[in-house]
T-cell receptor, first 116, second 115 residues
Framework: DAGVIQSPRHEVTEMGQEVTLRCKPI?????LFWYRQTMMRGLELLIY????????DSGMPEDRFSAKMPNASFSTLKIQPSEPRDSAVYFC??????????????FGPGTRLTVT | AQSVTQLGSHVSVSEGALVLLRCNYS??????LFWYVQYPNQGLQLLLK??????LVKGINGFEAEFKKSETSFHLTKPSAHMSDAAEYFC?????????????FGTGTRLKVLA
């Protein structure tokens, strides 16, 4: 199994630009999670999907952030416009729910975003 | 609301010494509990998980954790630290009664292993 795939692995962009992060979950998994990790705030859940439907987006910081899951094998997290405070590592994780408890999540390698 | 607390943001141990990383949860019902490890510049990898089948859970790389309901704890241990254990460790909880599949992560403990 290829695991969770994220692209790009590194992204450097200028303030005001649009940024799109991509995630391919593990085949057969039907839940997908987007996290953000920073030194100041640790690991934060931004949004999660179940069967391609957004279930909880309460962690999305503001309207500049949006996430989509058009099908079971692909999701995007978009930031428009980007700001320097968005600099962080963004992780995607997937799981099979309901499935074998206790709902183990598998993480991708992350995308390191730097906004200058 | 459920929460998880990791005591000690940094822990240093000598190579060969006991590793003890602390995790306490707050939940009205024993939740699902997990320990993840994150090596530098990598994603999180599952070390072990509490399934309620046994209170002592064995994971990868010689780690284990014991669920203690009376203490609402799920501390991670390893009898003998190895240099390769240097990483950041996260405890996470999922409240199985909440109807949500969300994890709540602790703030992490960075383990340093001294030669």
């Amino acid at each position: 199994d290829a695991g969770v795939i994220q692209s790009p692995r590194h992204e450097v962009t200028e303030m005001g630009q649009e940024v799109t992060l991509r995630c391919k979950p593990i085949s057969g998994h039907n839940s997908l999670f987007w996290y953000r990790q920073t030194m100041m705030r640790g690991l934060e859940l931004l949004i999660y999907f179940n069967n391609n439907v957004p279930i909880d987006d309460s962690g999305m910081p503001e309207d500049r952030f949006s996430a989509k899951m058009p099908n079971a094998s692909f999701s995007t997290l978009k930031i428009q416009p980007s700001e320097p405070r968005d600099s962080a590592v963004y992780f995607c994780a997937s799981s099979r729910m309901p499935g074998p408890v206790p709902y183990e999540q598998y993480f991708g390698p992350g995308t390191r975003l730097t906004v200058t | 609301a459920q929460s998880v607390t990791q005591l000690g943001s940094h822990v240093s141990v000598s190579e060969g010494a006991l590793v003890l990383l602390r995790c306490n949860y707050s939940s009205s019902v024993p939740p699902y509990l997990f320990w993840y490890v994150q090596y530098p510049n990598q994603g999180l990898q599952l070390l072990l998980k509490y399934t309620s089948a046994a209170t002592l859970v064995k994971g990868i790389n010689g780690f284990e954790a014991e669920f203690k309901k009376s203490e609402t704890s799920f501390h991670l241990t390893k009898p003998s630290a190895h240099m390769s254990d240097a990483a950041e460790y996260f405890c996470a909880v999922n409240d199985k009664t909440s109807g949500t599949y969300k994890y709540i992560f602790g703030t992490g403990t960075r383990l340093k292993v001294l030669a």
